[in-house]
Structures are given as C-alpha cells and as structure tokens.
C-alpha cells in the first residue's frame, strides 16, 4: 500500500460504436476522502464508475491501484481488491433476509461443509453494529424501507476489506432523516480511511457530505477540485456550461376554480381521513417522510386503488375511479414515482410511449387517426425540448430527465385537468431539472391542477404554491408556499405540538 491515492484514473478513453463516451478522463480518489462525481445524465458519469468497478473496459488509458498499474482489470479483480459499488438499482435478492444477501457467495461454514447459520447471523449483527444501523435481519429484504435495504447492500461491501465504496444516487428517495442517517455513516467510514466515491442530483448533500468534487461534461473532465472552491452557481455552470433560470414564485387568483376536492379520504391504516383541495392552475406540494401515506393518497385519486371511504369531487362532481384508465377518461393524469416500471415501456418509441392515452382519447369504433396522433405527438416532443428530438428514438436510450419529459408529454397530448407528480425529477440531473420544473409552471399556468409528491424538501419548498404536510396516514397541516420552511415542514411531518399553529402563523 502507499500513502498516495487508492485508485487513478489517468487518460480514460470510452467509446460505444461511434459515440464517445469519455475523452482523456483523469482523477483520482484518496483514502479518507469523500469525492463527489457530478455531472449532468449522459455526462459519462456511469461509465467511469462501471469502468473503476471493471463492469467495462476502458479503450484507453490507465487505472492505478495502490501506484501499481492495471492491465487485467475485471469485476472479480475490483472485489477481491476491497472495490465495491453501491447503484441505484440495488443489487439484492428481494426474497432472501439481511444476513443471506450480505454472506451470498462467501457464507461461513461449519462441520461438514454446512454453512454455519449462527455465525452467519452473529457476523451480520457486528457489522450493522459497527454501522450503528439497525435492521431486522430475520425479514426478506423486499419487507424492508428502501434506506435500510441501501444500508444492507453497503454492509455486503464492509464484508470486505473495502479500501474504495461506489455510492450511486444512494439518496433517490430518501426522507431527510435517511439522508442523515446514510451521512452520518458515510462520516464514519471516511473516518476509517475508506474512500468514498459520492454520485447525487442534489447540491445540498454534495456540500454537506463533500472533500473533492470532479465535474464531468460531454465525457470530459470539466473541473476538478476542493470543495471549497465552489460554490452553487459555479457548480452549475461546469456542469451545463450555462447559468440555469431560477423559475418566480406564482400567484394563483384567490377566486380560481377548486378543480380537486378531497373530503375524509380513507384506506384502512394508510390513508386516514384526508382532506384538501388543488385549484385550477395551482401546484400544490404534499410532504412527508416516507411511509406517511403520500403516494397512497394519490394511488386512490388515480384508481389505482380502492377508497374504504370519503369522497372525491373533480369539476365538482363526485367521482370514485376503479382504474386508472377510468381516472384518465374523467381527466386525470400521473405520473409515477418509478417511471421505467410504471411510465413507460422502455422497448417502445418516444412516440408510442406519448401516444398511449392521446390514442385512446381520439380513437372512434376502433379507428384511430394516426395522421393527426403524429402530428400532436411531434409537436408535444419539440415543445418539451426532449433529446433527441426524434419520436423515433428508442426510449430505453434517452437520458432519465429525457424518459420524463416523455411521461409528462404523455398527459400533455391527453388534455388531462388534474395532474399528479410522484417523484417527478428522481434521478434527474440539475439541467434537466429546471426543464422539468418549467414545464411543470407552464402547464399550470395553463390551467391545470398539479399535485407535486417529493422526498426532495427544496423541491417542494420552490415549486409549490401551497403545501400540504402528511405524517402517519392524515394531513398534519398545510402551509403557504411564501412561507414555507424547511424548518416547519419537517416539524409537521414529525407530528411536532403546535407546528401546524406556528406554520401558519
């Protein structure tokens, strides 16, 4: 070992057939350093961190472990040498417990060759003892939250000697008390001289978690260095080579239409007796940690699940859809929080996956006018700016902020009145973001009703005109967007006496 960096990078070249993917990448990652990977999607960030894993291989350049250069470098080589990646899609059996996923492959054993079940599960306890994380590891883990299921894959890697960790996105959905508790473990591992290789969307947690950042642009490093070196906007401008439009906050007309009334709405322990309505043109943005009943509610207004009791008035009819298709007919329109398992067929064109409601609504005795279908849908595409600009294109192979303008263009080209957003920018670069969010104003300056669901608070805190707060299944309060704190939401998501009052204030 040397007192140098763990893992360099020097001169990376990558390419796919003809795109260039990285162009003369270097950097290198130190022990007891957290260095944050920004970039915008399609920057190459996700083919550096599967080439330091050895997932690809590079078409040139060099990789140097511990100041000794690499030439056979594989996915089995970067393991055994304590490298370890954590990606969005984690990479854990759903029906196996904690202690089976962390011993998969290496589990201790007893006389006779059997694996040794008690020391297996003694093991599986120190580690997550040393993480100070606790989790049940007798349940399967697809039975447990998505954060403690992060904090089982990263204990798969702590089985190791792990000298360098790879966390991709590990943030997506969490709650701000998850993030915490994930940071705080982050803090702890870079304490013990692990290097932490740190990829997120969010600005926030790059400056409170960061050393180092390195800064990737069209496959080239754009900037690299201290974290004190930057600041917000200079971030941004190495990532997009341009400043991003901050969005003004809106005024909806006190007198707007109430298009969504929503009265003691229930499903069993869930859902709890909400109430609340969303005008016609307003965003309205409902918190809350996860679990507090949010996407629930809107499975219920979008009929993809059934109301136990309450009632629901859009355009002030009463209405109760069984099914989404029928929640669509009445003009409602979601988008879901996993959109590549919910929002679209990935096999599919940008044009067939925009085309899906705007065909049933304009298909008469089963004929369908694929003339005019073409047209709005070509038209719908250009005015969200989706790249690249071709209802042709595979959708698999669009960039995530790309996949959701393609979702929202959906409901756009369908004319719905409602429309909700569950998640709407996870995963989504800053660039793209601030496409999304403008999209996002202009639709309800159009006159439609947004209800935006985030786990992100300053996504909430920006873009909404009015918030809603849930905890444990029931509305705790509702805060207007002005004044809106981070502060007084998470106090009513806590259930905190007296916060709905001092919000309000």
């Known amino acids: 070992m040397t007192d140098g960096p763990v893992l360099s990078l020097e001169g990376i070249d990558k390419a796919f057939g003809r795109a260039q993917v990285l162009k003369q990448v270097s950097c290198a990652f130190r022990p007891g350093e957290v260095h944050c990977l920004m970039g915008e999607n399609g920057a190459g960030k996700s083919t550096l961190i599967r080439i330091i894993s050895g997932a690809h291989r590079a078409d040139s350049g060099r990789i140097v472990f511990d100041g000794v250069s690499q030439e056979r470098y594989t996915p089995a080589w970067a393991r055994t040498h304590g490298i370890a990646t954590i990606y969005q899609e984690l990479d854990l059996v759903p029906n196996l417990n904690a202690a089976e996923n962390i011993f998969l492959g290496r589990e201790p054993l007893g006389l006779l060759g059997r694996i040794d079940h008690a020391k297996r599960r003694q093991r599986t306890l120190e580690i997550l003892a040393s993480m100070q994380v606790s989790v049940d590891i007798r349940r399967p883990v697809h039975e447990l939250g998505i954060a403690q299921q992060q904090m089982v894959a990263i204990a798969k890697a702590l089985t190791v000697d792990c000298r360098l960790l790879i966390l991709d996105e590990p943030t997506a959905v969490f709650t701000q008390t998850e993030t915490e508790a994930l940071f705080a473990l982050v803090r702890r591992m870079r304490a013990r001289g692990i290097a932490i290789v740190f990829i997120s969307h969010h600005m926030d947690e790059i400056f409170a978690i960061g050393d180092r950042i390195t800064v990737l642009r069209d496959g080239v490093v754009a900037s690299t260095g201290p974290i004190g070196e930057y600041d917000h906007d200079k971030l941004v401008r190495h990532m997009v080579g341009r400043d991003i439009a901050v969005g003004q906050r809106r005024t909806v007309p006190a007198d707007a239409e109430a298009l969504l009334e929503v009265r003691d709405l229930c499903d069993g322990d869930l859902v709890r007796g909400v109430t609340f309505s969303v005008r016609r043109g307003e965003i309205v943005g409902m918190a809350g940690l996860i ?8 499975r219920l207004l979008f009929g993809a699940a059934r109301a136990s009791g309450g009632e629901i008035r859009l355009r002030g009819k009463l209405i109760a859809p069984k099914t989404p298709f029928e929640a669509v007919q009445l003009g409602i329109g979601m988008v879901p929080e996993d959109r590549k398992l919910d929002g679209l067929v990935l096999r599919r064109t940008v044009g067939e996956n925009a085309a899906y409601t705007l065909v049933r609504k304009l298909s008469r005795f089963g004929v369908v006018p694929w003339r005019r279908v073409r047209r709005e849908i070509a038209g719908t595409v250009t005015e969200l700016s989706v790249r690249p600009n071709r209802t042709t294109a595979l959708v698999a192979r669009l960039s995530g902020g790309n996949q959701q303008k393609v979702v929202l263009g959906r409901w756009l080209a369908a004319g719905v009145d409602l429309l909700i957003l569950d998640e709407p920018t996870r995963g989504v670069d ?12 202009g639709l309800a300056d159009a006159g439609l009703g947004i209800l935006l669901i985030s786990s992100d608070l300053p996504e909430v805190l920006s873009q909404s005109d009015r918030i809603l707060v849930m905890t444990k299944g029931r ?15 998470m106090a009513l998501a806590f259930g905190q006496p007296g916060a709905a009052q001092r919000a309000a204030a």
């Open 291 to 298: 679990g507090s009943g949010r996407t629930e509610t809107a």
């Open 430 to 441: 800053i660039g793209a973001r601030s496409e999304i969010y403008a999209v996002i104003r």
């Open 475 to 489: 509305v705790a309060g509702e805060i207007p967007g002005d004044a809106a704190t981070e502060e007084n939401v």
